[in-house]
């Protein structure tokens, strides 16, 4: 889990001139899990950066993508969302997200059209009201989901839940509002110049990237219970000596042989099927072809082991 220090980012690039009244900034998405956070992070970038699923518990680290304008540099930094912890790894993803709060210049608070104001939302406007000096916007996300009359009673719901400074109903899949949703963090982003190349999408390295790749496939039909015990490490990655390839050999660790056993399938055939949609979108990802090699280890209660989690990069944050 890599440390978020956005200051060590605010330093501007040597870059031609920009516009008088340029903006630049960071912009954090809050919210509970599964409620569209890495979605429309993905849409407003336009380009996958964040992986996703209707598992909850997906997202497991920040990670930045960059929008640009003519007139603004977005960086938005998805976060795990918020939950009471059950595991150690839980308890430091919450850590995460209250470090990341206190560092943006606006955050975005996402709450899905299609589900009443539960216990959760509650408990994260209540954190959130505490970022006195931070602007809150609230995002009603997934409206393609429901009619227009349920998206006016959710905007109305949530206008009770807090004090906001926007309101805005959004739909990734359907790209309603992105623009808008772009506009209105814009806003509230101090002025002055950008903190990344043009082009640039994300900061994540590609070893991160391809790890998260393959998560994702390894989470596609699997018990309610085992996204939360699976975690990747890219052990190696180097293009191949004399050929147009890339060899990446990585490691899915689950908790117990048990899980191993799902993972891995009937002989081997659901490993395959995982290996086979990593690959294609790691391929897309890279501009290259790819040679990966999975293998599945267990690592016991990796989750409540303190030990286990430095070891799988989920350091603790400081």
Known sequence: MDDLDLEKLRVPLPMPSYPEGFRSGFACFVGRPNVGKSTLMNALVGQKVAITSNRPQTTRRTVRGIVHRDDAQLIIVDTPGLHKPRTLLGERLDSLVRSTLVE????????????????????????????????????VTKTDTVDRARVSEQLLAVSRLGEWADIVPVSAAAGFQLDTVAD????????????????????????????ELIREASLEGVRDELPHSIAVVVEEMAPREGRDLIDIYASLYVERPSQKAIVIGSKGARLREVGSRARAQIEALLGSRVYLDLRVRVAKDWQRDPKQLRRLGFDQQV
């Open 184 to 211: 209105v963090l814009c806003g509230h982003l101090p002025e002055g110049p950008p903190l990344y190349p043009d082009g640039e999408l994300t900061d994540e390295p590609d070893e991160m990237l391809v790890a």
């Open 104 to 139: 943006v210049d606006v955050i975005a608070f996402c709450i899905p059209a299609g589900e009443p104001i539960g216990r959760g939302d509650t408990y994260i406007a209540r954190e959130l009201a505490a970022q006195r000096d931070t602007p809150v916007v609230a995002l």
